[in-house]
């Protein structure tokens, strides 16, 4: 059983790999919504199951096009998932949800605070 394990660990990283290169490649060449020019993905995570995937992503425009590019990427998950299903030779096609990625953001506001606190040389 413990191998079983270390097998889906890896099967759900390899979809996953599989899943944001293919992604990714849609919103740059397949997708014409402009909401969707500045997302950028930044990770997934695939349950062991094989069956729901989430994608994080991420704005250029910052907090202000977060809303509108989720709104994109929600309607867009349909066509995605029906490429995916046709393009990738996969057991199962995930269902997909796109999640805004606060990594970033929180890294910026922390590297802010620690620059007003450093002593200026």
């Known amino acids: 059983m413990r191998n079983r394990q270390k097998t889906d660990v ?5 979809v996953g790999d599989l899943l944001i290169e293919f992604v990714s490649r849609l919103l740059a060449r397949s997708l014409d919504d402009p909401r969707l020019r500045s997302v950028t993905l930044t990770g997934v995570d695939v349950r062991p199951d094989l069956k729901h995937a989430s994608i994080y992503f991420t704005v250029r425009d910052g907090v202000s096009g977060k809303d509108d590019a989720l709104a994109g990427l929600r309607g867009a998950t349909g066509f995605i998932r029906g490429r995916v299903a046709a393009e990738l030779k996969l057991r199962y096609v995930p269902a997909i949800e796109f999640v805004h990625d606060e990594a970033p953001d929180q890294a910026r506001r922390i590297e ?10």
């Open 10 to 14: 890896s099967r759900s990283q390899r």
């Open 112 to 121: 802010d605070l620690l620059r007003s606190v450093r002593p200026k040389a």
